[in-house]
């Protein structure tokens, strides 16, 4: 499930870069949360699942939407700005320090923080100061993002109901950061871009965070009433 998962993350932001010519990498991130959000739509429409639950709590699934919007934001600028490999290792790197570093005590903190540091020197080093910073915002979402990912034991419906607000979210406020951040305003849209568009809703928007979510050791640990689940989405105290 890991590696189908990181599969999925090298294939969106690899598209990205492919379709970078011809529109802006922000532009390509707020296409493809929309579509995405459409898909899952349509998928629950087709099996019968109701996404507006009476009584579901909002805010957890508010607050990682927002999380989520600024990974993907940062994500995309980093990847127009650098090579691909570049941006998996930073990424990759500071998100298991910044997960160790949350579980463990100040030995792992400490690590945390000259691991951090030594990245920081090499990204300015290497001319990619920004491109370091931007890979840090996402990694950090991405973690505060983690704890929601631990519902992979919920109900099929909860999880997709708990992607689907997340999506709401992002097709909100991405285009806006599209608009307010982008460095490029290009859009001429050609058959290959479009299909990379798609493929970054289908890989990054719904196949990576429920392959992800199955792959975490936490999901073999809890069962549906895990009282860590609820908070995801639950109902109203």
Do not use: K
Not at 8 to 24: N, P, T
Not at 73 to 82: I, N, Q, T
Not at 156 to 174: E, I, P
Not at 190 to 201: E, I, K, P, V, Y
């Amino acid at each position: 499930m890991l590696s189908a998962a990181l599969l999925c993350w090298l294939l969106q932001y690899g598209s990205v870069q492919h379709a970078a010519g011809q529109v802006a990498a922000l532009f390509q991130a707020a296409i493809a949360v929309a579509w995405a959000m459409l898909l899952l739509w349509l998928w629950t429409r087709w099996r019968g699942i109701a996404l507006f639950a009476q009584g579901a709590s909002l805010l957890p699934a508010l607050w990682g939407g927002a999380l989520f919007t600024v990974q993907w934001a940062c994500l995309y600028l980093a990847v127009d700005r650098s090579a691909l490999w570049r941006v998996a290792l930073l990424f990759g790197l500071m998100a298991v320090l910044m997960r160790a570093a949350a579980q463990g005590r100040w030995r792992s903190r400490l690590g945390f923080a000259a691991g951090v540091a030594l990245l920081a020197v090499w990204a300015w080093a290497t001319g990619q100061g920004g491109v370091g910073l931007l890979t840090l915002a996402a990694a950090l979402a991405f973690v505060l993002g983690l704890h929601q990912v631990r519902c992979a034991q919920m109900q099929r419906q909860d999880l997709m109901r708990w992607r689907f607000y997340q999506l709401c979210v992002a097709a909100l406020l991405l285009p806006l950061a599209a608009v307010a951040f982008s460095p490029s305003w290009s859009f001429l849209p050609g058959w290959s871009a479009l299909g990379a568009m798609l493929l970054q809703a289908v890989c990054g928007g719904l196949a990576f965070p429920f392959l992800l979510a199955a792959a975490l050791p936490e999901a073999r640990n809890e069962t549906p009433g895990d009282a860590r689940i609820t908070g995801v989405i639950g109902p109203d105290a």
